[in-house]
């Protein structure tokens, strides 16, 4: 069974610290992967998504890696900030099928404290 | 702006009662997908669809049905054989390959 895990559930970290959130996947046959933030009572915003031929993805003070072979991928956040304060998920797509569809890790919640 | 609306933001639903969830999106998207969301859960899939007129079960798709007559509208029903439906829904579209958009999500509850 295709299967995506997030560890830890929960983060909690001081401000102005660098952090690395974990996600692990099953099939390393993949597409790509993305990395989503979630606020609370909100919805998924898409952060980065990194192609199966890519290493690494990059935006601001974040940077996403890709590691197929170890089934791996890290999110960096860079001098974190109370605003990061977040869920965040990652997601990879179902299969070898080109439906879209994907399946989410259970999410890391992150609490940058003042 | 584009982006997908989802209506309403809280809803309550009594016993024996079928329930609507609204998604419309104006991004130009082929494809649209309902997932819930539990608590300490990733999202789950319920329904997806892929082109207007056609729509295939995900992962939990008992207890709900879906539509797609319109490109931008993918409406789902609770129905009453969901026996535990209190949960965060979301709405998503995508093209193929790219990032999917998420609404904002209905709070589902039962009275």
């Known amino acids: 069974k295709q299967e995506v895990t997030q560890i830890p559930a929960a983060l909690s970290v001081p401000e102005g610290e660098n952090l690395v959130l974990n996600c692990s996947f099953t099939?390393?046959?993949?597409?790509?992967l993305q990395w989503f933030r979630q606020d609370p009572g909100k919805g998924l915003t898409s952060l980065l998504l990194?192609?199966?031929?890519?290493r690494e993805q990059t935006s601001g003070r974040l940077n996403a890696s890709l590691d197929k072979s170890s089934g791996r991928s890290t999110l960096y956040i860079a001098a974190s900030q109370p605003g990061d304060s977040a869920t965040y998920l990652c997601?990879?797509?179902?299969?070898?099928?080109?439906?879209?569809?994907?399946?989410f890790g259970q999410g890391t919640t992150l609490q940058v404290k003042p | 702006d584009g982006g997908i609306t989802q209506s309403p933001k809280y809803l309550f639903r009594k016993e024996g009662q079928n329930v609507t969830l609204s998604c419309e999106q104006n991004?130009?998207?082929?494809?649209m997908y309902w997932y819930r969301q539990d608590p300490g859960q990733g999202l789950r899939l319920i329904y997806y669809?892929?082109?207007?007129?056609?729509?295939q079960k995900g992962d939990i798709a008992e207890g709900y049905s879906v539509s797609r007559e319109k490109k931008e509208s993918f409406p789902l029903t609770v129905t009453s054989a969901q026996k535990n439906p209190t949960a965060f829904y979301l709405c998503?579209?995508?093209?193929?390959?790219?990032?999917?958009?998420f609404g904002d999500g209905t709070r589902l509850s039962i009275l």
């Open positions: 998503a579209s995508s093209n193929p390959h790219q990032p999917q958009h």
């Open positions: 099939d390393s046959a993949i597409y790509n």
């Open positions: 990194i192609q199966s031929s890519q």
């Open positions: 997601a990879q797509p179902h299969g070898s099928s080109n439906t879209g569809k994907l399946i």
């Open positions: 991004l130009n998207h082929d494809a």
């Open positions: 669809s892929q082109i207007v007129n056609d729509f």
